[in-house]
């Protein structure tokens, strides 16, 4: 199998796990503010490991501190700016059990309206998405299969509680529970596949665009997590829970790279 078709393998793969988070609304489970807050903090724990032991890293061995520091930088000024530019929504997590709340009324609202905030948080969650696949695909591209495989494999574990987290709102925007599976695996997959084959096509016009890459990916990576979910998964009671999880995560992805490299 030549490296193209691998590499779209490997990036399906990854990106259809974002199904997995969904299962929870799909079998009608009503989740707790508590776990909801943790998945966020877990998925922001394998985010920043990634973008540091799965990226930066390995962009520094293949080019200059510079260039993954410009692609950081580059990385993370693009993720805010399309925050500004692209519509999408960052909903709230309004249906809690157990520790009191408000019970989501979203049910009321038009199907329109229903249809837009659908939309608008698959706006969201392409911006969280799009990097990682680039970062795949310049990595197959680069002959660089060990660093993208290990990508993949954190990626794809990352994409489970990250799928959660944005399946919950959507699903109180009134969406059944069979398309919020279909809408939040397609989020993942879609957007990663599309990305990767771009970064695949963009290292036959630029050789050597890995390190600038990676940094750009693990930039806009640690864009989201404090810009988006270390702050949604504060201020509800739940900080020592996200906290714990976010930890947690991170030392998964340490022993999936550590395992992956031996």
Request: glycine content about 16%; charged content about 15%; proline content about 3%.
């Given at each position: 199998m030549s490296a193209f078709f691998t590499m779209l393998l490997v990036t399906t793969v990854a990106g259809l796990l974002t199904g997995l988070g969904a299962l929870p609304t799909l079998l009608g489970a009503r989740i707790s503010h508590r776990v909801y807050d943790a998945a966020l903090?877990?998925?922001?724990?394998?985010?920043?490991?990634?973008?540091?032991?799965?990226?930066?890293?390995?962009?520094?061995?293949?080019?200059?501190?510079?260039?993954?520091?410009?692609?950081?930088?580059?990385?993370?000024?693009?993720?805010?700016?399309?925050?500004?530019?692209?519509?999408?929504?960052?909903?709230?997590?309004?249906?809690?059990?157990?520790?009191?709340?408000?019970?989501?009324?979203?049910?009321?609202?038009?199907?329109?309206?229903?249809?837009?905030?659908?939309?608008?948080?698959?706006?969201?969650?392409?911006?969280?998405?799009?990097?990682?696949?680039?970062?795949?695909?310049?990595?197959?591209?680069?002959?660089?299969?060990?660093?993208?495989?290990?990508?993949?494999?954190?990626?794809?574990?990352?994409?489970?509680?990250?799928?959660?987290?944005?399946?919950?709102?959507?699903?109180?925007?009134?969406?059944?529970?069979?398309?919020?599976?279909?809408?939040?695996?397609?989020?993942?997959?879609v957007p990663q596949v599309a990305a990767s084959i771009f970064g695949y096509g963009l290292v036959s016009v630029a050789q050597g665009v890995f390190p600038i890459a990676a940094g750009f990916a693990a930039g806009a990576m640690l864009g989201v997590v404090f810009r988006e979910m270390v702050p949604s998964s504060h201020g509800h009671g739940y900080a020592d829970e996200a906290t714990a999880a976010f930890l947690v995560g991170f030392a998964i992805l340490v022993v999936v790279d550590a395992a992956v490299v031996v």
């Open positions: 903090g877990l998925a922001g724990g394998i985010m920043v490991a990634a973008s540091v032991f799965g990226l930066i890293i390995p962009g520094m061995e293949q080019g200059t501190l510079s260039a993954v520091m410009a692609g950081v930088f580059i990385g993370g000024f693009t993720l805010l700016a399309g925050n500004r530019v692209i519509p999408h929504l960052h909903v709230r997590y309004t249906r809690w059990r157990g520790e009191g709340g408000a019970e989501d009324t979203s049910s009321d609202a038009s199907l329109d309206d229903r249809i837009r905030r659908a939309v608008l948080v698959g706006g969201a969650i392409t911006l969280h998405n799009a990097p990682e696949g680039l970062a795949m695909g310049i990595a197959f591209a680069s002959g660089l299969e060990d660093v993208a495989l290990v990508l993949a494999i954190v990626i794809g574990l990352q994409n489970v509680p990250d799928g959660f987290a944005f399946a919950i709102p959507v699903s109180q925007a009134g969406v059944s529970g069979v398309r919020v599976f279909l809408y939040t695996t397609l989020s993942g997959a």
